[in-house]
């Protein structure tokens, strides 16, 4: 099997020098850990692997490659962290646990993803050890995460490691412009995004232009001492709606499953999708929420270097005239100290503080620098 299963492969150096050569009929090992920033690839990759794996000597009938594509082959499973921030022991107990010593359905093989591995506590790192050190030989894990750093150092150590290339500017640019963004919009998106793809593509589109007029509204409001028409309203709502949004989408998801549930299950399965809706909104929340503030953040470190004069290095393309109005009006020691605020905060949101009065109090923090 060559290079052309991997889908731009091409592109990440190091995946490519792993990957390829543990292409059926290689060897791959037991476990990988796939790091990347999002965005980069790394979990279409991780699929087209994982359907190299499950289509090897499975018959040209069975379709196996496409169906992984698809998600509905049995012999892979996808796991996604229910929690509000962690992974729960839950997820992956029976998903994956007690799956991986069970021998395949159809194929020659099992193939466990898990994505967000950073979010994998003790108690359910834990649970996994034994599985990531000795599977079954049928078994193949492969764990995604955008912040290797925060994996624990038991689970790194008993994966082999994937790095994954953070995709230029240009290309992200190029890959939004693709979707009918205006070029400039989509140059100052892809510079916003910081090499995270789909940052770039929520910004760019759906709520993506409110949240960036949310951010830098709310950021310039702050400095200039402008409270009264309370400017982080605009984020809070953006993030109630994303909130709404997701947990829509969960309801959907349940209403169909909930009609295929015994009576006597259906408590039960009730009173665990209230706590996983509860979970889904939150988390929605709380991205929504750090999107816009690291937005606020990128809005004083622009000003900031134009205040330098390196307008080369501003990110925000499509607003520079607002950035040097804001450059003119604050000193470069003010924009930085400001951008400090706005990371204390960030972090702040993580430990389950109260949104609304993280970003009041945020505001007048800002608008007392000066």
């Not at 990957?19 to 991780?46: C, D, E, N, T």
């Not at 809005?299 to 134009?306: P, S």
């Amino acid at each position: 099997m060559t290079a052309n299963a991997l889908p731009e492969i091409e592109r990440h150096p190091h995946a490519q020098a792993l990957l390829v050569p543990a292409l059926p009929p290689g060897r791959a090992s037991h476990a990988y850990l796939f790091a990347g920033p999002p965005g980069s690839g790394k979990r279409a990759i991780a699929r087209a692997f994982a359907a190299a794996l499950i289509a090897d000597g499975a018959p040209a009938d069975s379709n196996a490659a496409e169906r992984v594509a698809r998600g509905t082959h049995p012999d892979l499973t996808w796991v996604t962290p229910s929690g509000a921030a962690e992974m729960l022991v839950s997820d992956i107990d029976e998903a994956v646990v007690a799956a991986a010593t069970r021998t395949p359905f159809e194929a020659r093989r099992r193939v466990f993803v898990i994505e967000q591995a950073e979010t994998m506590g003790e108690a359910s790192a834990n649970r996994m050890l034994k599985t990531l050190e000795e599977p079954p030989d049928f078994v193949h894990l492969i764990l995604l995460t955008s912040r290797p750093g925060e994996v624990l150092a038991t689970v790194v150590s008993r994966c082999q490691q994937v790095r994954f290339e953070a995709p230029s500017a240009e290309r992200l640019a190029a890959s939004l412009e693709a979707r009918g963004v205006e070029p400039l919009r989509a140059r100052a998106c892809a510079r916003l995004a910081l090499g995270d793809g789909e940052r770039a593509a929520a910004l760019a589109l759906g709520d993506g232009p409110q949240l960036r007029a949310g951010a830098e509204g709310f950021a310039e409001s702050a400095l200039r001492g402008e409270l009264d028409g309370r400017p982080w309203s605009a984020l809070l709502e953006l993030a109630k709606s994303a909130g709404e949004q997701a947990g829509a989408e969960v309801e959907a998801v349940y209403g169909e499953q909930r009609e295929l549930l015994a009576r006597s299950e259906r408590v039960r399965g009730d009173r665990e999708h209230a706590e996983r809706l509860k979970r889904v909104e939150r988390r929605a929340r709380q991205t929504s929420l750090d999107r816009g503030l690291a937005l606020c953040g990128l809005r004083y470190r622009d000003a900031a270097v134009l205040a330098h004069g390196a307008p080369e290095l501003v990110h925000a393309l499509d607003s520079t005239a607002a950035l040097e109005r804001l450059a003119a009006e604050h000193t470069p020691t003010v924009l930085h100290r400001a951008l400090v605020l706005v990371e204390d905060t960030r972090e702040a949101l993580a430990l389950n503080v109260t949104e609304e009065l993280a970003l009041e109090a945020l505001a007048y923090r800002i608008a007392a620098l000066d």
